[in-house]
């Protein structure tokens, strides 16, 4: 069952707003501890109470947030990765991989056309500028070929 959907607004009631801040920060602080655990981070979290007088609340404690906090502030910055840098990398990235769809979609065509004259008579079906790598091709084939019955040659001696 669903709870239902609520009014986010100020609660006016002390007694009330102080009872669903200890119940937000203690679920708050649950979900933290289950993420530090789970995902093997660290990470804390200081929360402000309302009124003037009450100081921060820092989970686990303020020795480990402030040793977190330093180590965030001299991490290098070769390792902060921002907007535009995040999106170069991934075009690179994807560049990358769209080369190699274009090489393996290339080898794909070659022994289309291969075995599309394969022991054809007549002229073959094939471009001028892809004998070339045609030519590649079949000496590959045929190199893996020999390959492969010399590997059987030895097993059956």
């Known amino acids: 069952m669903t709870r239902k ?11 009330a707003r102080n009872a669903a801040y200890k119940k937000i920060k203690n679920g708050m602080v649950k979900k933290l501890s289950e993420l530090t655990t789970l995902c093997g981070v660290r990470a804390c979290v200081v929360l402000y109470p309302s009124g003037s007088d009450s100081q921060p609340e820092v989970w686990p404690s303020t020795a480990a947030a402030r040793s977190l906090f330093s180590e965030y502030k001299t991490l290098s910055v070769t390792r902060m990765v921002n907007q535009e840098n995040f999106l170069k990398q991934r075009i690179t990235k ?10 393996k979609n290339r080898k794909m065509e070659l022994n289309q056309i291969m075995y599309q004259n394969l ?12 004998l070339v790598e045609l030519e590649e091709l079949i000496d590959d084939n045929l190199k893996a070929i020999d390959k492969r019955i010399e590997a059987l040659a030895k097993q059956e001696n």
């Not at 008579?121 to 892809?130: A, H, S």
Request: proline share 3%.
């Open 119 to 130: 022991g054809r008579d007549g002229p073959l079906n094939v471009k001028e500028e892809d």
């Open 94 to 103: 994807v560049t990358e991989q769209l080369e190699q769809l274009r090489e």
């Open 5 to 15: 959907r609520i009014k986010i607004t100020y609660i006016k009631n002390d007694v």
